[in-house]
Nanobody
Framework: QVHVVESGGGLVQTRNSLKLSCAAS????????MGWFRQAPGKEREFVAA????????FYDESVKGRFTISRDNAKNMVYLQMSSLRPEDTAVYYC????????????????WGQGTQVIVSS
């Protein structure tokens, strides 16, 4: 059984940083991609970033490019999202998604999802 668990959310002030972690277990993710998505209050869930597990290739939404960095630790089966220069509009529940066959911004490419971790950026 696959488990995806996010951690690291919290309350942070504008322009500060926060690092989210995602632990994935239950199968091998080699050859697959992991992603981060977010859902702000009253809005649709949206793509943030993705990483291909084997090569480390990354893909970002334009809204976070240059501020957020996605990375992975193969040995620990962990994926991270380092968020810097945070803005109030980054406030959302952040979800880790696993198992896409390609780097993708499309939710339906990812069969496995965590429960989310809340990030609140205060102005």
């Amino acid at each position: 059984q696959v488990h995806v668990v996010e951690s690291g959310g919290g309350l942070v002030q504008t322009r500060n940083s926060l690092k989210l972690s995602c632990a994935a277990s239950g199968r091998t993710f080699s050859g697959l991609a992991m992603g981060w998505f977010r859902q702000a209050p009253g809005k649709e869930r949206e793509f943030v970033a993705a990483i291909y597990w084997s090569s480390g290739h990354t893909f970002y939404d334009e809204s976070v490019k240059g501020r957020f960095t996605i990375s992975r630790d193969n040995a620990k089966n962990m994926v991270y999202l380092q968020m810097s220069s945070l803005r109030p509009e980054d406030t959302a529940v952040y979800y880790c998604a696993a198992g896409a066959d390609v780097l993708s911004a499309m939710e339906d490419r990812y069969p496995y999802w965590g429960q989310g971790t809340q990030v609140i950026v205060s102005s």
